[in-house]
Nanobody, 124 residues
Framework: VQLQASGGGLVQAGGSLRLSCAAS????????MGWFRQAPGKEREFVAA????????AYADPVKGRFTISKDNAKNTVYLQMNSLKLEDTAVYSC??????????????????WGQGTQVTVSS
């Protein structure tokens, strides 16, 4: 499995960015795809996840209402639209994938495959 994240950059507070995660290497029909972030000096935290088949989503409380996770099946790509960015959103964002098996929920940890991170910096 290969996951390629892109789209990070420098943006002013209140602005928007869209991250992309191109997935390849297998069929992801029973996978959950997640975005995580890690700020300097902090542990990596869950941001959002989407079920590849069906499209159900889950969000961390700090990003609810501001971030939207989506997917494009034809392009095998997952997106993270980030609006109303805040200084505290500054972090390295990584995408990840996990086989869901029989789980009905979207996990917030324990992902199997990881892409490289992309830096998001929000300035004042």
């Amino acid at each position: 499995v290969q996951l390629q994240a892109s789209g990070g950059g420098l943006v002013q507070a209140g602005g928007s960015l869209r991250l992309s995660c191109a997935a390849s290497g297998r069929t992801f029909s029973n996978y959950g795809m997640g975005w995580f972030r890690q700020a300097p000096g902090k542990e990596r935290e869950f941001v959002a996840a989407i079920r590849w088949s069906g499209g159900s989503t889950a969000y961390a409380d700090p990003v609810k209402g501001r971030f939207t996770i989506s997917k494009d099946n034809a392009k095998n790509t997952v997106y993270l639209q980030m609006n109303s960015l805040k200084l505290e959103d500054t972090a390295v964002y990584s995408c990840a994938a996990t086989a869901l098996g029989g789980r009905w929920y979207l996990p917030r940890s324990g992902y199997d495959f990881w892409g490289q991170g992309t830096q998001v910096t929000v300035s004042s």
